[in-house]
């Protein structure tokens, strides 16, 4: 029975862990099936490119293989599972900076939220979308990260700053670089709205 505050998949986190450390090789194979989908899309949220996410995907779990022998508690394994894509992707993103990276209309839906259902959203064009993404690539790696995290995988600003390895306050100053230069850089489109951090 879990303790207060500690949830099954820690419990069963735990046990896992302590079967892999025991040398149970099968005990790796379900910690990493009940965590791949958490990473991969965050992998896929940053990189926009499913070959490059499960390539980050696989990458972050031979480093949690790795850590193993030296891991502590299961309580903070989503966390640190967080933390080593993010910087995987960020580096990834760097050796790359020049390629394009595409998000899926409906990432862009999600970002949009509440203004989808306005008239004047509806009718922007391809060219305008464009501009948009590319802007958000164009963040400096920190604030897209903060970015990612808070308006595409939706996590509290305590989990974004749990997951950056920074504090709350960090986290808000990122996210209101990020919207300033966001509206910066799209200040030639009339009707533009970055979503409020």
Known sequence: MPEDGESLQTVEDEMLIARFKAGEQEAFDRLMAAHMDQVFGLAWSVLHDREDALDATQEVFIKLHAAFPRFGSASNLSGWLYRVCLNHCIDVKRRARNAGCEL??????????????????????????????????????????????????????????????????????????????????????????????
């Open 104 to 197: 899926t209309e409906e990432e862009w839906d999600r970002l949009r939220g509440s203004d989808r259902d306005d008239p004047g959203w509806s009718a922007m064009n391809k060219e305008l979308r464009q501009a948009i993404r590319q802007a958000v690539d164009q963040l400096p790696p920190r604030q897209r990260a903060a970015f990612v995290l808070r308006h595409y995988e939706f996590m509290s600003l305590q989990e974004t700053a749990e997951v950056m390895g920074c504090t709350v306050g960090a986290v808000k100053a990122h996210l209101s670089r990020a919207t300033a230069h966001l509206r910066s850089r799209l200040a030639g489109y009339v009707g533009v709205a970055v979503g409020e951090v």
